[in-house]
Protein backbone atom coordinates (compact mmCIF):
# COMPACT_ATOMS: atom_id res chain seq x y z
CA UNK A 1 0.00 0.00 0.00
CA UNK A 2 1.39 2.72 -0.91
CA UNK A 3 -1.13 6.01 -0.62
CA UNK A 4 -2.44 6.91 2.79
CA UNK A 5 -6.12 6.18 1.45
CA UNK A 6 -5.22 2.26 0.70
CA UNK A 7 -5.52 1.71 4.32
CA UNK A 8 -9.34 1.39 3.76
CA UNK A 9 -8.14 -1.95 1.72
CA UNK A 10 -7.31 -3.31 4.89
CA UNK A 11 -9.80 -5.87 6.67
CA UNK A 12 -9.33 -4.83 10.71
CA UNK A 13 -10.05 -1.13 9.46
CA UNK A 14 -12.78 -1.62 7.07
CA UNK A 15 -14.21 -3.83 9.65
CA UNK A 16 -13.87 -1.38 12.50
CA UNK A 17 -15.31 1.95 10.78
CA UNK A 18 -18.41 -0.76 10.08
CA UNK A 19 -18.93 -1.72 13.24
CA UNK A 20 -17.56 0.37 15.52
CA UNK A 21 -18.09 3.83 13.68
CA UNK A 22 -20.30 4.19 11.24
CA UNK A 23 -23.72 4.05 13.53
CA UNK A 24 -22.03 6.39 16.15
CA UNK A 25 -21.40 9.17 13.24
CA UNK A 26 -23.04 12.34 14.79
CA UNK A 27 -26.69 12.76 13.50
CA UNK A 28 -25.79 9.18 11.05
CA UNK A 29 -29.77 8.99 11.03
CA UNK A 30 -30.93 12.27 10.29
CA UNK A 31 -28.04 13.06 7.27
CA UNK A 32 -29.54 9.74 5.89
CA UNK A 33 -33.39 11.19 5.83
CA UNK A 34 -31.77 14.17 4.51
CA UNK A 35 -30.43 12.90 1.83
CA UNK A 36 -33.28 10.37 1.18
CA UNK A 37 -35.84 13.46 1.30
CA UNK A 38 -33.59 15.52 -1.26
CA UNK A 39 -33.84 12.04 -3.40
CA UNK A 40 -37.71 11.86 -3.42
CA UNK A 41 -38.04 15.29 -4.22
CA UNK A 42 -36.77 14.84 -7.72
CA UNK A 43 -35.12 11.70 -8.54
CA UNK A 44 -38.13 9.09 -10.35
CA UNK A 45 -38.85 5.65 -8.14
CA UNK A 46 -37.22 3.36 -10.94
CA UNK A 47 -33.72 5.33 -11.11
CA UNK A 48 -30.07 4.20 -11.56
CA UNK A 49 -27.76 5.79 -9.65
CA UNK A 50 -23.70 5.49 -8.31
CA UNK A 51 -23.04 5.32 -4.57
CA UNK A 52 -19.49 6.11 -4.51
CA UNK A 53 -16.83 5.09 -2.14
CA UNK A 54 -19.64 2.67 -1.17
CA UNK A 55 -18.18 1.22 2.13
CA UNK A 56 -20.96 -1.31 3.03
CA UNK A 57 -23.20 0.43 1.13
CA UNK A 58 -25.08 2.41 3.63
CA UNK A 59 -26.06 4.98 1.56
CA UNK A 60 -26.60 2.88 -1.13
CA UNK A 61 -28.99 0.34 0.67
CA UNK A 62 -31.18 3.33 2.02
CA UNK A 63 -32.01 4.45 -1.52
CA UNK A 64 -32.89 0.80 -2.32
CA UNK A 65 -34.86 0.67 0.50
CA UNK A 66 -36.95 3.73 -0.34
CA UNK A 67 -36.99 2.72 -4.28
CA UNK A 68 -37.03 -1.12 -4.29
CA UNK A 69 -37.06 -0.48 -8.63
CA UNK A 70 -34.01 1.53 -8.47
CA UNK A 71 -30.87 0.02 -10.27
CA UNK A 72 -27.87 0.23 -8.12
CA UNK A 73 -24.26 0.43 -8.95
CA UNK A 74 -22.02 0.12 -5.39
CA UNK A 75 -18.39 0.89 -6.18
CA UNK A 76 -15.51 0.88 -3.82
CA UNK A 77 -11.66 0.05 -4.02
CA UNK A 78 -11.59 -1.81 -1.24
CA UNK A 79 -12.26 -5.71 -1.37
CA UNK A 80 -13.79 -6.34 2.69
CA UNK A 81 -15.84 -3.04 1.65
CA UNK A 82 -17.00 -4.57 -1.18
CA UNK A 83 -17.67 -8.03 0.44
CA UNK A 84 -19.39 -6.21 3.25
CA UNK A 85 -21.83 -4.02 0.77
CA UNK A 86 -22.75 -7.72 -0.89
CA UNK A 87 -23.52 -8.82 1.77
CA UNK A 88 -25.86 -6.54 3.08
CA UNK A 89 -27.36 -6.06 0.11
CA UNK A 90 -29.68 -9.64 0.59
CA UNK A 91 -30.38 -11.73 -2.67
CA UNK A 92 -28.82 -11.53 -5.92
CA UNK A 93 -31.00 -9.18 -7.81
CA UNK A 94 -30.07 -7.77 -11.56
CA UNK A 95 -30.61 -4.45 -10.32
CA UNK A 96 -27.40 -4.78 -8.18
CA UNK A 97 -24.28 -4.10 -8.91
CA UNK A 98 -20.62 -4.33 -7.45
CA UNK A 99 -17.45 -2.93 -8.51
CA UNK A 100 -14.06 -2.86 -7.57
CA UNK A 101 -12.36 0.40 -8.61
CA UNK A 102 -10.18 2.92 -7.71
CA UNK A 103 -11.29 6.89 -8.58
CA UNK A 104 -8.17 8.06 -7.49
CA UNK A 105 -7.91 7.79 -11.62
CA UNK A 106 -9.76 8.90 -13.75
CA UNK A 107 -10.61 5.83 -15.63
CA UNK A 108 -12.75 4.64 -12.60
CA UNK A 109 -15.79 6.05 -15.25
CA UNK A 110 -14.86 3.29 -17.87
CA UNK A 111 -16.40 0.63 -15.14
CA UNK A 112 -19.88 2.36 -15.63
CA UNK A 113 -20.32 4.43 -18.73
CA UNK A 114 -21.84 1.47 -19.90
CA UNK A 115 -24.74 2.12 -17.66
CA UNK A 116 -24.68 6.02 -17.49
CA UNK A 117 -26.27 8.25 -17.79
CA UNK A 118 -27.80 7.88 -13.92
CA UNK A 119 -30.16 9.82 -12.34
CA UNK A 120 -28.53 10.06 -8.93
CA UNK A 121 -24.96 9.67 -7.74
CA UNK A 122 -24.14 9.87 -4.17
CA UNK A 123 -21.25 9.44 -2.07
CA UNK A 124 -20.57 9.08 1.76
CA UNK A 125 -17.37 10.29 3.30
CA UNK A 126 -14.90 9.21 0.79
CA UNK A 127 -14.17 11.86 -1.63
CA UNK A 128 -12.52 13.70 1.20
CA UNK A 129 -9.47 11.17 0.44
CA UNK A 130 -8.11 12.89 -2.66
CA UNK A 131 -6.30 16.05 -3.06
CA UNK A 132 -8.29 18.91 -4.08
CA UNK A 133 -7.35 19.14 -7.75
CA UNK A 134 -8.65 15.29 -7.89
CA UNK A 135 -11.71 16.17 -5.89
CA UNK A 136 -12.61 18.85 -8.53
CA UNK A 137 -11.62 16.38 -11.24
CA UNK A 138 -14.07 13.98 -9.89
CA UNK A 139 -16.53 16.30 -9.40
CA UNK A 140 -16.63 16.79 -13.52
CA UNK A 141 -16.70 13.21 -14.09
CA UNK A 142 -20.02 12.51 -12.16
CA UNK A 143 -20.98 15.77 -14.20
CA UNK A 144 -20.54 13.83 -17.12
CA UNK A 145 -22.15 10.38 -15.77
CA UNK A 146 -25.64 12.30 -14.80
CA UNK A 147 -28.35 12.81 -17.15
CA UNK A 148 -29.76 16.30 -17.73
CA UNK A 149 -32.05 16.77 -14.39
CA UNK A 150 -29.67 14.47 -12.38
CA UNK A 151 -28.96 15.18 -9.35
CA UNK A 152 -25.83 14.35 -7.39
CA UNK A 153 -25.18 14.72 -3.13
CA UNK A 154 -22.02 14.43 -1.58
CA UNK A 155 -22.36 13.59 2.42
CA UNK A 156 -18.86 14.67 3.47
CA UNK A 157 -16.39 15.37 5.96
CA UNK A 158 -15.29 18.62 5.06
CA UNK A 159 -12.56 21.28 6.47
CA UNK A 160 -13.01 23.03 10.12
CA UNK A 161 -13.35 26.59 10.09
CA UNK A 162 -10.42 27.03 12.59
CA UNK A 163 -8.78 24.95 15.08
CA UNK A 164 -11.20 25.63 17.69
CA UNK A 165 -14.43 24.49 15.51
CA UNK A 166 -12.07 21.54 14.80
CA UNK A 167 -11.77 20.52 18.19
CA UNK A 168 -15.63 20.96 18.92
CA UNK A 169 -15.98 18.46 16.19
CA UNK A 170 -13.50 16.14 17.39
CA UNK A 171 -15.60 16.30 21.05
CA UNK A 172 -19.03 15.72 19.52
CA UNK A 173 -17.39 12.60 17.37
CA UNK A 174 -15.80 11.28 20.89
CA UNK A 175 -19.48 11.98 22.79
CA UNK A 176 -21.04 10.12 19.96
CA UNK A 177 -18.79 7.15 20.02
CA UNK A 178 -18.47 6.88 23.77
CA UNK A 179 -22.30 6.84 23.57
CA UNK A 180 -22.23 3.74 21.13
CA UNK A 181 -20.20 2.24 23.54
CA UNK A 182 -21.97 2.38 26.08
CA UNK A 183 -25.21 1.18 24.45
CA UNK A 184 -22.87 -1.44 23.52
CA UNK A 185 -21.76 -1.96 27.58
CA UNK A 186 -18.21 -2.79 25.87
CA UNK A 187 -16.72 -1.23 29.06
CA UNK A 188 -14.58 1.00 27.40
CA UNK A 189 -13.80 4.55 29.07
CA UNK A 190 -14.15 7.70 27.46
CA UNK A 191 -10.66 8.56 27.38
CA UNK A 192 -9.72 4.92 25.48
CA UNK A 193 -12.47 6.32 22.75
CA UNK A 194 -11.09 9.73 22.95
CA UNK A 195 -7.37 8.42 22.41
CA UNK A 196 -9.17 5.96 19.81
CA UNK A 197 -10.41 8.38 17.55
CA UNK A 198 -7.99 11.15 18.07
CA UNK A 199 -4.81 8.79 16.55
CA UNK A 200 -6.96 6.80 14.67
CA UNK A 201 -5.40 5.41 11.11
CA UNK A 202 -7.54 6.79 8.97
CA UNK A 203 -7.08 10.56 10.09
CA UNK A 204 -4.09 10.75 8.18
CA UNK A 205 -5.29 9.93 5.14
CA UNK A 206 -7.80 12.70 5.21
CA UNK A 207 -7.48 15.62 2.50
CA UNK A 208 -10.44 17.80 3.70
CA UNK A 209 -11.06 20.76 1.97
CA UNK A 210 -13.57 23.68 3.03
CA UNK A 211 -17.50 23.57 2.43
CA UNK A 212 -17.84 26.95 0.51
CA UNK A 213 -14.52 25.85 -1.69
CA UNK A 214 -16.30 22.79 -2.71
CA UNK A 215 -19.42 24.25 -3.93
CA UNK A 216 -17.91 26.35 -5.84
CA UNK A 217 -15.80 23.55 -7.69
CA UNK A 218 -19.57 22.02 -8.32
CA UNK A 219 -20.68 25.57 -9.75
CA UNK A 220 -17.44 25.33 -11.99
CA UNK A 221 -18.30 22.01 -13.02
CA UNK A 222 -21.49 23.40 -14.08
CA UNK A 223 -23.88 21.98 -11.29
CA UNK A 224 -27.14 24.29 -10.82
CA UNK A 225 -29.18 24.28 -7.61
CA UNK A 226 -25.67 23.83 -5.67
CA UNK A 227 -26.56 24.08 -1.91
CA UNK A 228 -25.76 22.62 1.88
CA UNK A 229 -28.97 20.71 2.61
CA UNK A 230 -27.63 19.37 6.28
CA UNK A 231 -24.16 20.53 8.62
CA UNK A 232 -22.78 19.79 11.45
CA UNK A 233 -19.56 21.40 12.09
CA UNK A 234 -17.50 19.16 9.84
CA UNK A 235 -19.86 16.81 8.30
CA UNK A 236 -21.91 18.10 5.14
CA UNK A 237 -24.57 17.24 2.65
CA UNK A 238 -24.04 19.05 -0.33
CA UNK A 239 -24.41 18.75 -3.95
CA UNK A 240 -26.38 19.85 -7.41
CA UNK A 241 -28.44 19.30 -10.22
CA UNK A 242 -27.32 18.71 -13.81
CA UNK A 243 -29.33 21.46 -15.73
CA UNK A 244 -31.56 19.44 -18.25
C1 LIG B 1 -15.32 6.37 5.54
S1 LIG B 1 -15.71 5.08 4.46
C2 LIG B 1 -17.40 5.50 4.06
C3 LIG B 1 -18.17 4.36 3.46
C4 LIG B 1 -19.63 4.66 3.10
N1 LIG B 1 -19.74 5.53 1.96
C5 LIG B 1 -20.38 5.23 4.28
O1 LIG B 1 -21.01 6.29 4.14
O2 LIG B 1 -20.35 4.60 5.33
C6 LIG B 1 -14.84 5.57 2.99
C7 LIG B 1 -14.98 4.57 1.86
O3 LIG B 1 -14.43 5.14 0.67
C8 LIG B 1 -13.69 4.13 0.01
N2 LIG B 1 -12.67 4.78 -0.83
C9 LIG B 1 -11.71 5.63 -0.41
N3 LIG B 1 -10.95 6.02 -1.44
C10 LIG B 1 -11.43 5.40 -2.55
C11 LIG B 1 -11.06 5.40 -3.92
N4 LIG B 1 -10.00 6.09 -4.35
N5 LIG B 1 -11.77 4.66 -4.80
C12 LIG B 1 -12.84 3.94 -4.36
N6 LIG B 1 -13.24 3.88 -3.06
C13 LIG B 1 -12.56 4.62 -2.16
C14 LIG B 1 -13.10 3.30 1.14
O4 LIG B 1 -12.68 2.03 0.74
C15 LIG B 1 -14.26 3.26 2.12
O5 LIG B 1 -15.12 2.19 1.86
Redesign the pocket.
Given at each position: MNRP?EV??KEDL?RG?IEHV?SAIPMAREQIDIMLKVIASRVPAECSFI?L????G??GRAVRAMYPKSTAYF????QP?IDAALEKAGPADDRLHFLI????HPD?TAGVRDAAPFDLII????IH??PDERKRAIYQEIYALLKPGGLFLN?EHVAPSSPWAEAVSDQLFIDSLWEFEQKRASGRTREEVATEWLGRADRAANLLAPLDDQCEWLRQAGFSDVDCYFKVLELALFGGIKPR
Amino acid sequence: MNRPDEVWKKEDLARGFIEHVRSAIPMAREQIDIMLKVIASRVPAECSFIDLGCGDGILGRAVRAMYPKSTAYFLDFSQPMIDAALEKAGPADDRLHFLISDYAHPDWTAGVRDAAPFDLIISGFSIHHQPDERKRAIYQEIYALLKPGGLFLNLEHVAPSSPWAEAVSDQLFIDSLWEFEQKRASGRTREEVATEWLGRADRAANLLAPLDDQCEWLRQAGFSDVDCYFKVLELALFGGIKPR
